[in-house]
């Protein structure tokens, strides 16, 4: 067997699309990056256009964290259990990262840790949606209402996930995605940032386009293109645009297919849970995922590497995830030690990511579960 982790989904217009930009204009903000922006409309319809895309999402939580107008000492509450861009836009925005812990159910934001956290410094809040998996919104934007905190949602993860009828992403004041190669949607490096209010709109849209108001030049609406504000150069380029035109185009079939396959993973490994070796990747009520991630926390650390080891052995790429940024060696130079954040920690040792993609069948979920569950029950 050789199943990958991650294979790449083709919808078959990629080819057409790139060679129409290429044959075209290359300029920013063309005619590709209009059309995403329209198709964009139906997944954002309460955003109302106000979103443009970027780069990175990495570079959509820089221009949110710019919009924040923090100053020096200024904190931002965000999970250990995390990718550093967040952290890195906080830096970069002249603030201070505060970790907090996870809730071991969803791997998302601990509010009641948060909640502890909060001092007359904190200003904003970045929530990610682990694996597509929404965080608890109704509570989360009442905790930040009540702290007066700005909500930076990271939804790198989370395009056509939901909480409750909501697209993750339109919650918060600032709602980030990725269209990174390892996401569903995927044009290499892409990103998305998702504005409420329209002053935070145009400020963002001027910051992408070098502080200039050239976006709004090219609309009609200013008669002079000139430097209006402190800005820089974070918009994606044509051609990623051509490519994420042709992804999108299949969204609805990426994400019902990846749905598919969680929901199996689910019911063929149940007996990982019954027995007591493992939890299953949990999906509260109020969540819609996207099948972005499959994950399995097993009871202890020497279960899940023997676990991936055997998997390996059959072929079959599983992966650990991320580092807690606590513990890495910036997170040391940030002043935090290794028994800060037991649950992330915990989350570090135990939590397997299995293969999820559109070429993955049924077929092949069941074998990987009868894989695991054959081996937990000779090893375990
Ligand atoms: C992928 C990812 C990012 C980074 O996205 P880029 O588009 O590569 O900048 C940030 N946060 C989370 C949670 C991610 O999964």
């Known amino acids: 067997m050789n199943i990958p982790f991650y294979a790449r989904h083709c919808t078959g217009q990629e080819e057409t699309a790139l060679l129409s930009c290429l044959n075209g204009e290359l300029a920013t903000d063309g005619l590709f990056t209009k059309k995403v922006l329209s198709q964009l409309s139906s997944v954002y319809s309460d955003r109302d256009s106000r979103y443009m895309l970027t780069a990175s999402c990495s570079l959509a939580l820089e221009t949110a964290l710019e919009m924040c107008g923090l100053s020096n000492g200024d904190e931002v509450l965000l999970p250990s259990y995390n990718f550093p861009s967040a952290a ?3 830096l970069k925005a ?25 001092t007359s ?11 597509g998996i929404s965080c608890d919104m ?17 939804a790198a993860q989370a395009i056509d996930a939901f909480y409750k009828e909501a697209s993750l992403g339109t919650l918060g ?20 940032l998702l504005c409420r209010d329209r002053s935070d709109f145009e400020k963002a849209r001027c910051y992408r386009v070098h502080g200039t108001n050239r976006d709004a030049f090219f609309n009609g609406e200013c008669n002079r293109y000139t430097w209006v504000c402190p800005g820089s150069s974070t918009a994606v380029s044509e051609l990623c645009a051509a490519l994420l035109s042709a992804q999108l185009s299949g969204l609805q079939q990426i994400t019902t297919t990846r749905k598919r396959r969680l929901q199996d993973y689910l019911r063929f490994l149940k007996p990982l849970e019954q027995d007591g070796y493992a939890r299953l990747m949990a999906i509260p009520d109020y969540a819609s995922p996207n099948g972005h991630i499959f994950y399995v926390r097993f009871a202890s650390q020497a279960l899940r590497e023997r676990m991936r080891k055997l998997l390996m052995e059959h ?3 599983a992966k650990t995830h991320y580092v807690p940024l606590h513990i890495s060696p910036m997170g040391a130079k940030l002043g935090y030690k290794q028994s800060d954040f037991p649950e992330s920690l915990a989350c570090y040792d135990t939590l397997l990511r299995l293969p999820i993609h559109t070429k993955l069948t049924r077929q092949q979920v069941c074998e990987i579960s009868e894989i695991m569950i054959k081996g937990i029950r000779f090893y375990g």
């Open 88 to 90: 890195n836009a906080v």
């Open 94 to 118: 002249g603030g201070v990262p505060v970790f907090c812990d996870i809730d071991p159910d969803t791997q998302n934001i601990s509010l009641k840790d948060a909640a502890g956290r909060i």
């Open 121 to 131: 410094r904190t200003r904003a809040i970045i929530p990610v949606h682990y694996a």
């Open 138 to 154: 109704d509570r989360l934007l009442k905790l930040a209402g009540e702290a007066g905190l700005t909500v930076i949602e990271d």
């Open 173 to 192: 004041d600032f709602g980030c995605v990725s269209f990174h190669y390892t996401k569903n949607i995927s044009c290499g490096e892409g990103g998305l």
């Open 315 to 317: 072929g079959i790429d």
